[in-house]
Each structure stands twice: as structure tokens, then as C-alpha cells.
């Protein structure tokens, strides 16, 4: 079942990659949706990341 999972979420990142290049060389306009989505969902990933990076209370 996690293998499942897995590959659903892999064939989507692979998928919202291909429209973020294909939109990028004018591609229609459902692909620049399906971009911005992506871009949207990398941009939260890595705001998470660095929150969790300074939430663990060590001190530079």
C-alpha cells in the first residue's frame, strides 16, 4: 500500500515538472494552472523545511 502511495506522489511531482517546462515554452493554459500549483506546493515544502530547521530551539 506505501508503495502505492509513493508512486502516485512520485508520478505527480514527475508530472507537475513537465508542466512547469512545458508551460515555461508556451504551453496551454492548463498546464500554466497545473505550474503554478506546482510552484506553489515547492514554495510551501520549502518554507515548512525552514521552519522546522529554526523551530528545534538551537541557537547559531
Do not use: F, H, K
Not at 513537465?18 to 508551460?23: F, G, I, T
Not at 506546493?41 to 530551539?57: C, I, K, M, P, V
Amino acid at each position: 500500500m506505501i508503495l502505492l502511495v509513493l508512486s502516485v506522489v512520485l508520478v505527480l511531482t514527475i508530472g507537475g515538472c513537465v508542466c512547469v517546462w512545458w508551460a515555461a515554452r508556451g504551453g496551454p493554459r492548463w498546464t500554466r494552472a497545473v505550474s503554478a500549483a506546482t510552484l506553489a506546493a515547492g514554495e510551501l515544502a520549502r518554507r515548512a523545511n525552514r521552519y522546522d530547521r529554526n523551530s528545534t530551539g538551537q541557537d547559531d
